[in-house]
């Protein structure tokens, strides 16, 4: 489910909230990205910049939830993420001021997380 208005969101019945984004069209490509070919309903936000995302080193760190299951976590290296939610925040035009604080707080919390020696840059073979 999504927000009214917000179809680059999904929202769970618990209330986690994800924002699927894709980079901008390049090379005059319409859709570098689709979930399917109706995409009425959830519809990944063209994000400036965000190709540092997709061509960031791949992160890979298993993590347990409170339960005790075991998943592996893939995603975009750490520092890369700090970097473009640090840009994010202060250069984005049009970004609302709530979302700025946000890009900002996410940044802070994956580099105390770097800091703390809690994930490293390590990248994955």
Same mark, same amino acid.
């Given at each position: 489910?999504?927000?009214?208005?917000?179809?680059?969101? &999904?929202?769970?019945?618990?209330? #986690?909230?994800?924002?699927?984004? *894709? *980079?901008?069209?390049e090379d005059g490509d319409l859709h570098p990205? /689709? +979930?399917?070919?109706?995409? @009425?309903? @959830?519809?990944?936000? *063209? &994000?400036? /910049? &965000? !190709?540092?995302?997709?061509? !960031? $080193? @791949? +992160? =890979? $760190?298993? =993590?347990?939830?409170?339960?005790?299951?075991?998943?592996? @976590?893939r995603t975009v290296d750490p520092q890369t993420?700090?970097? +473009?939610? *640090?840009?994010?925040?202060? $250069?984005?035009?049009?970004?609302?001021?709530?979302? %700025?604080? %946000?890009? #900002? #707080?996410?940044?802070? =919390?994956?580099?105390?997380? #770097?800091?703390?020696?809690?994930?490293?840059?390590?990248?994955? !073979?």
């Amino acid at each position: 489910m999504s927000d009214e208005g917000q179809n680059e969101s &999904a929202i769970n019945d618990k209330g #986690l909230e994800v924002d699927f984004i *894709r *980079r901008e069209a390049e090379d005059g490509d319409l859709h570098p990205f /689709r +979930f399917y070919a109706d995409e @009425l309903d @959830l519809c990944p936000a *063209r &994000a400036t /910049r &965000a !190709s540092v995302l997709t061509q !960031s $080193h @791949l +992160f =890979v $760190h298993p =993590v347990i939830s409170a339960t005790g299951k075991m998943a592996t @976590l893939r995603t975009v290296d750490p520092q890369t993420f700090v970097t +473009f939610k *640090r840009w994010v925040a202060g $250069h984005a035009q049009n970004r609302e001021p709530i979302k %700025r604080r %946000r890009d #900002l #707080l996410q940044a802070q =919390v994956v580099q105390e997380m #770097l800091d703390e020696g809690l994930v490293s840059t390590a990248i994955a !073979s």
